[in-house]
């Protein structure tokens, strides 16, 4: 066992075969600080949800090209007179090694909310250094923010996958000599949401009080261990031919009943494979829909009950037998057509309340405006006046593009 060592240390990785994280974006930023010379953006500003790697994997980055880190967290020194004093001589003098330089500024955000002028200064190190600049955020359009995006290539970092999480809690527990069970360390894994910071500290933290790390452990944590997942839940309702396994095959969803629905319903055809299975399954799906109905325009939830178990053993038991073999569950194509729906409507509100700022008219009229944009900004001169003066996000730009 470790002393007092966090294993978050004892485990960051020194290079990019140990890196965990989102690899995703590894070329795309080793380019970047390669070509910084000859780049189109001053700084690389990496955001994402926190222990998404976003620093280590610039630490790993930095080892691999053989650079000279100089790391500083804005959220810790808060002010403009700290963070002077730490990245002053950093940013304009060359290494005591005589490495190339590379220098890193992480959580940018939050010092932006709190002190502007540490923005301003964070600003002019971007533009004075004669190193490449890395930022880090959890929120890149916190308060502040702006002004740093623009002079920044902005790539978004996300949540680690589960089974990495899971793969590396299983190379840590058995450098560790950990007894572990293998659905604790999965339990660990995705409990953590994506956080591998989290994930490991966990481990640490079960490791301290437990020989083993079982499903009993992990209870300690304070969080439902025996959550599951959606596709699981879907692989018990569709194998099953007993009506007590499939009524309990939803409990514990995170789901509400509505998106279990549209997960069955876009299912039973891949599970299911004759008609009058199908058939039969979606019967038991159009009565458990009269009951959504009902409950939506009574509030009767007492019914509720009938929705669960009609989706549940109706379906599982509208089949003959089992199916044997696997079957590849697809996300809700309404679900999903609802959520793009969705997020089209609240870019088109969010560009609409920027232009009725600077025109001074009414959103619903400034939405009628977005077209004009897109024929503006086949001006390049145009485009980034536009860009500069309502602070569009670059989801924002890509709307008006394909608008």
Same mark, same amino acid.
């Given at each position: 066992m470790a002393g007092s060592e966090t294993w978050t240390e004892k485990y960051r990785p020194t290079s990019l075969d140990e890196y965990r994280g989102s690899t995703k974006k590894v070329d795309e930023i080793q380019k970047w600080i390669k070509n910084w010379h000859n780049r189109s953006s001053q700084a690389l500003l990496l955001h994402g949800p926190a222990g998404s790697g976003k620093t280590s994997l610039v630490e790993a980055i930095a080892n691999e090209q053989g650079?000279?880190?100089?790391?500083?967290?804005?959220?810790?020194?808060?002010?403009?007179?700290?963070?002077?004093?730490?990245?002053?001589?950093?940013?304009?003098?060359?290494?005591?090694?005589?490495?190339?330089?590379?220098?890193?500024?992480?959580?940018?955000?939050?010092?932006?909310?709190?002190?502007?002028?540490g923005t301003a200064y964070i600003e002019t190190i971007i533009d004075e250094s004669r190193f490449p600049v890395v930022v880090t955020a959890n929120d890149p359009y916190a308060n502040g923010m702006a002004s740093i995006r623009r002079?920044?290539?902005?790539?978004?970092?996300?949540?680690?996958?589960?089974?990495?999480?899971?793969?590396?809690?299983?190379?840590?527990?058995?450098?560790?000599?950990?007894?572990?069970?293998?659905?604790?360390?999965?339990?660990?894994?995705?409990?953590?949401?994506?956080?591998?910071?989290?994930?490991?500290?966990d481990l640490q933290s079960l490791s301290q009080r437990?020989?083993?790390?079982?499903?009993?452990?992990?209870?300690?944590l304070g969080y439902r261990d025996t959550e599951k997942d959606i596709f699981e839940a879907l692989k018990i309702l569709f194998?099953?031919?007993?009506?007590?396994?499939?009524?309990?095959?939803?409990?514990?969803?995170d789901e509400d009943y509505d998106e279990i629905f549209e997960w069955?319903?876009?299912n039973v055809p891949r599970e299911y494979q004759k008609d009058h299975e199908i058939a039969a399954a979606m019967d038991? %799906? *159009?009565?458990?829909?009269? @009951?959504? /109905?009902?409950? +939506?325009?009574?509030?009767?939830?007492?019914?509720? &009950?009938?929705?669960y178990e009609l989706m549940s053993v109706g379906v599982a %038991? *509208?089949?003959?037998?089992? @199916?044997? /073999?696997?079957? +590849?569950?697809?996300?809700?194509?309404?679900?999903? &057509?609802?959520?793009?729906?969705?997020?089209?409507?609240?870019?088109?509100?969010?560009?609409?309340?920027?232009?009725?700022?600077?025109?001074?008219?009414?959103?619903?009229?400034?939405?009628?405006i977005i077209p004009f944009l897109q024929v503006l900004f086949e001006r390049e001169q145009w485009r980034k006046n536009i860009i500069d003066h309502l602070d569009l996000t670059e989801d924002e730009i890509e709307y008006i593009e394909t608008f």
């Open positions: 650079l000279d880190l100089f790391e500083t967290n804005a959220s810790d020194v808060r002010t403009k007179d700290s963070l002077q004093d730490k990245l002053e001589q950093a940013v304009k003098q060359r290494s005591f090694t005589g490495k190339k330089k590379l220098i890193l500024i992480d959580e940018i955000d939050g010092m932006t909310s709190k002190d502007r002028g002079k920044a290539k902005v790539l978004e970092m996300g949540g680690v996958h589960t089974n990495s999480i899971a793969a590396l809690l299983r190379d840590i527990a058995q450098e560790e000599e950990i007894e572990y069970e293998d659905a604790a360390i999965k339990s660990i894994a995705r409990r953590s949401d994506g956080d591998i910071r989290s994930a490991i500290n437990y020989e083993t790390i079982d499903t009993d452990a992990i209870k300690d194998k099953t031919t007993t009506a007590e396994t499939a009524s309990d095959a939803t409990d514990d969803l069955i319903r876009e038991a %799906l *159009s009565e458990a829909d009269l @009951y959504r /109905g009902r409950i +939506r325009k009574g509030q009767n939830w007492t019914l509720l &009950k009938y929705v %038991l *509208s089949k003959d037998e089992k @199916y044997s /073999g696997f079957t +590849r569950y697809q996300y809700p194509s309404r679900i999903k &057509k609802m959520g793009q729906s969705k997020a089209k409507r609240k870019k088109r509100d969010d560009i609409g309340a920027k232009i009725s700022e600077q025109l001074h008219v009414s959103i619903e009229e400034a939405r009628t």
